[in-house]
């Protein structure tokens, strides 16, 4: 069973900026994409951003141009540059990654964007 770890949650203040990092226990077999996805207090989880083994990305609306992802090589590390951080990005961020066979999910990082 692959599993997945994130870290670089923190509390950063407005406009504040944070690196998420996420680690699959092993190389993923039918791997098709990694993303991240968050879930405020309260609310529904969101997509946040996907990446395709070829590169192609995917972002919502309410993160365009602010955040970044990225993965390495091997299929096993996941990434997500998040600048200008608002307030209303406060959530526990999560890494997901669509197989062949299924999604696999992190416990998810605590991200929080206050003054």
């Known amino acids: 069973q692959v599993q997945l770890v994130e870290s670089g949650g923190d509390w950063v203040q407005p406009v504040g900026s944070l690196r998420l990092s996420c680690a699959a226990s092993?190389?993923?077999?039918?791997?098709?994409?990694m993303g991240w996805s968050r879930q405020a207090p309260g609310k529904e989880r969101e997509l946040v951003a996907q990446?395709?083994?070829?590169?192609?990305?995917n972002y919502a609306d309410f993160v365009k141009g602010r955040f970044t992802i990225s993965r390495d090589k091997t299929g096993r590390q996941v990434y997500l540059q998040m600048n200008s951080l608002q307030p209303e990005d406060t959530a526990v961020y999560c890494c997901?990654?669509?197989?062949?066979?299924?999604?696999?999910w992190g416990q998810g990082t605590q991200v929080t964007a206050s003054s």
């Open positions: 092993r190389i993923i077999s039918g791997l098709r994409t």
């Open positions: 997901n990654v669509k197989t062949a066979w299924g999604d696999i």
């Open positions: 990446i395709t083994l070829s590169g192609i990305t």
